[in-house]
């Protein structure tokens, strides 16, 4: 092994190729989403189905992944303006999660006869909640600090954000059995897009689990400390 090569080298190496992977694979979903509605005219359910995959498998997936240190996006960035490239993407992804969900739950009478419908609605639900949350976490006001403290906020925003995410890119994998992908979309084809939205959740959460596995870490030395 040469010298000053370490284990912690060697998987920021290979972090650094995941991530470089899951760039790909999300640049290809965003392609195909906007190809497959394009066709459609971005009519109801193409319509819906571009906005909140769009939102989440694309916008929301690179905000995630905004403070790696392997993101060849933000790598170059201070941490202050990743935390601001974070913020945008995830009100433009956000928002987009939200219109599209509305105009869906606008266009039926019954909306959660389906596991999709069911995870999307919770989907919809956190993600509007996180958008709050984030607000809370990056302006921190002095009514949230007297609640508790940053490391607290930023404890919950990075968990509860990795729930959201989860829920998102969930709905969007039960989307793939749905009457909408089924009739538009080669079958033979759906198989190797729920592998891609399951390799791309993986390779995204890598590092806000870190991340957040970090914070608890700090999170349980500080209760200790207090207990004492």
């Known amino acids: 092994m040469p010298e000053g090569y370490t284990k912690a080298t060697a998987w920021l190496q290979i972090h650094s190729l995941l991530n470089s992977i899951n760039h790909m694979l999300i640049f290809l979903v965003a392609v195909f989403f906007f190809i497959l509605a394009r066709s459609l005219e971005f009519k109801d359910t193409a319509m819906h189905m571009f906005m909140t995959g769009t939102g989440f498998h694309v916008l929301i997936a690179q905000a995630m992944m905004s403070h ?69 976490n990056y302006f921190q006001p002095k009514i949230a600090l007297k609640v508790m403290p940053p490391s607290e906020l930023r404890f919950r925003h990075n968990l509860f954000g990795l729930v959201t995410f989860t829920l998102g890119m969930g ?13 538009y979309v080669d079958t033979d084809f759906i198989p190797g897009m729920m592998l891609i939205t399951g390799i791309v959740y993986g390779l995204t959460i890598i590092a806000p689990v870190s991340s957040l596995l970090t914070k608890l870490k700090y999170r349980s030395k500080r209760k200790a400390e207090q207990a004492q």
């Open 171 to 183: 709905a969007i994998y039960l989307g793939y059995y749905s009457k909408f992908f089924t009739k």
């Open 68 to 136: 790696s240190k392997v993101n060849p996006l933000t790598r170059w960035l201070s941490h202050r303006n990743k935390s601001r490239f974070h913020a945008i993407l995830q009100i433009v992804g956000g928002s987009m999660v939200l219109l599209g969900s509305l105009g869906k739950f606008s266009s039926k009478e019954v909306h959660f006869n389906t596991w999709h419908g069911r995870v999307g609605g919770a989907a919809s639900f956190f993600c509007a909640a996180s958008i709050v949350g984030g607000f809370v």
